[in-house]
């Protein structure tokens, strides 16, 4: 090969090199936040709030001066510490810090209810450093937000996104006041969305790596486009401090609550009146499905919008209105996202059959009504191969926890009843998918049940009802 024509090869090898090189350092570019700060924080805020309490002395072991006349009361408080002397002239006062964001030109703003809850006053610091008072527009302590107003006009706001668009992977900003420091930038991405949390139902939380600390509650979280798709609630920790786990909720559901609270004061939420569980593998297994899929049904309330619209305990729900439900914490975000008066219809599996159930759905009541525990009975009992006693129900028992049948757990030995943490005290009420209706119907299902093989007991227990599993060996 001629020494030109190397040259060339090597030439166009260097440039093919150059490009590559290029190409991948584009390809691994961090997206810049800068204009999408420059241009939103202006509309985001500090919020402060004042709680009065109670006056009591600091130091419960220093005298009480305050019967004493004003020359000895002197003379006894000058050997004390400044914070232990009366406090007749001292107002004590609890405040919170948090953030938020403007929704409305004219002063609307949202934070999160744990934020603003108990306060006296509510204090708004701006992007100017200028502060007013806010009036408490409404809470939803369900849903964990918040609706202020501010007086004003043509003030900046935040453009609202769409939460369900968001995908785990995308990056996400937040701007909050994370111990005081206004205006703190953090980012991170997507983590997962739909999150159920403990005793929160109603939201199906977006999840991120987020940093976020106290202060940054109730601050928005954006997408690339600026556009707001959450506020910033709270931190999953074991230290207390942040742990790279973060939750939001949507900006959909607290755009819907705000409304809401605007309107009417109040937030109303569809209802169904019905105890949920998971469908772990076993009790797949044991109701015949292919996988573990849907909401099982464990309990319903008397007279609630799934009794009369015909659901049953044990159902299975795969789908509302042509949504399906994965998990069993799917179903309380549908159902709480309809109004009250609506129409459902839920696909189930029952008796191992697909079937279509409509109803109405109800409006959440403020405080649901739960079954008491059951008392004891004093009826015969009988025992059987499960190793448990059990005794009937008397009529009594049942008009009163509405219950059609079922046994009452009078001992519990050695054997599977102690091994799936069975207690005395409980009630069976469904054994293998079958209803009992007495201790004979109860025993005779006990003996004919198969082996090595997952089976399904349905149990209420100080009046909560769950379906529980276990296998019998040869």
């Known amino acids: ?103 409305s030109t004219d002063g609307y703003i949202l934070t999160n209810n744990h934020v603003i809850a108990d306060a006296d006053e509510i204090l708004v610091r701006l992007a100017d450093r200028s502060e007013m008072k806010a009036k408490l527009i409404g809470t939803d302590p369900r849903s964990d937000v918040a609706l202020l107003k501010i007086e004003g006009k043509d003030l900046p706001v935040l453009k609202l996104g769409k939460s369900q668009d968001l995908k785990a992977g995308q990056w996400v900003v937040a701007i909050g006041s ?96 019905v105890v949920i569980q998971e469908v772990s593998k076993d009790l797949a297994e044991s109701f015949g ?53 609506s129409k459902a219809n839920l696909e189930v599996i029952r008796d191992g059959k697909r079937k279509n159930v409509e109803l109405t759905v109800g409006a959440i009541p403020e405080e649901g009504k739960e079954l008491d525990a059951l008392p004891k009975s004093s009826i015969e009992r009988s025992s059987n191969r499960l190793g448990v006693s059990v005794v009937e129900l008397t009529d009594e028992q049942k008009k009163t926890y509405d219950l059609k049948g079922g046994v009452l757990i009078k001992e519990v030995q050695d054997g599977p009843a102690a091994m799936i943490g069975l207690q005395p005290g409980d009630v069976i009420t469904h054994l293998n998918n079958q209803a009992i209706g007495s201790t004979k119907e109860f025993a005779d299902i006990a003996k004919a049940l198969p082996k090595n093989r997952s089976v399904s007991m349905r149990v209420l227990r100080q009046g909560r009802a769950s379906f529980i599993t276990f296998k019998l060996a040869e």
């Open 289 to 341: 499905l292919e996988k573990p899929a849907g909401a099982l049904v464990a309990q319903i309330q008397d007279d609630g919008p799934a009794a009369k619209g015909g659901l049953q305990v044990g159902d299975v729900i795969l789908s509302m209105n042509g949504q399906p439900i994965v998990m069993s914490a799917d179903l309380p975000h549908l159902v709480g996202a309809l109004k009250a008066g």
């Open 1 to 103: 090969m001629s020494i030109p024509r190397l040259k060339s090869y090597l030439s166009i090898i260097a440039t093919v090199l150059v490009l590559g090189q290029a190409v991948t350092a584009q390809a691994v570019e961090l997206p810049d936040f800068t204009q999408l700060v420059e241009q939103a924080s202006p509309a985001v805020v500090n919020i402060s709030t004042t709680q009065k309490l109670p006056d009591r002395k600091v130091n419960q072991q220093m005298p009480d001066l305050e019967g004493l006349p004003p020359m000895l009361r002197e003379f006894f408080e000058r050997g004390m510490p400044p914070q232990s002397r009366s406090p007749r002239d001292r107002q004590r006062e609890a405040t919170s810090l948090g953030s938020g964001f403007i929704i």
């Open 178 to 273: 994370p111990f005081g420091f206004d205006h703190t930038v953090t980012q991170g991405i997507v983590s997962a969305v739909g999150r159920s949390l403990p005793n929160e139902n109603y939201v199906p939380f977006i999840q991120t790596d987020v940093p976020i600390n106290p202060g940054n509650s109730g601050g928005p979280l954006f997408n690339l486009n600026g556009e707001v798709v959450g506020i910033n609630s709270q931190i999953y920790t074991r230290s207390g401090g942040f742990m790279g786990v973060s939750f939001a909720i949507p900006i959909d559901v607290a755009m819907d609550v705000s409304n809401q609270l605007k309107s009417g004061g109040k937030v109303s939420r569809g209802w169904l009146g």
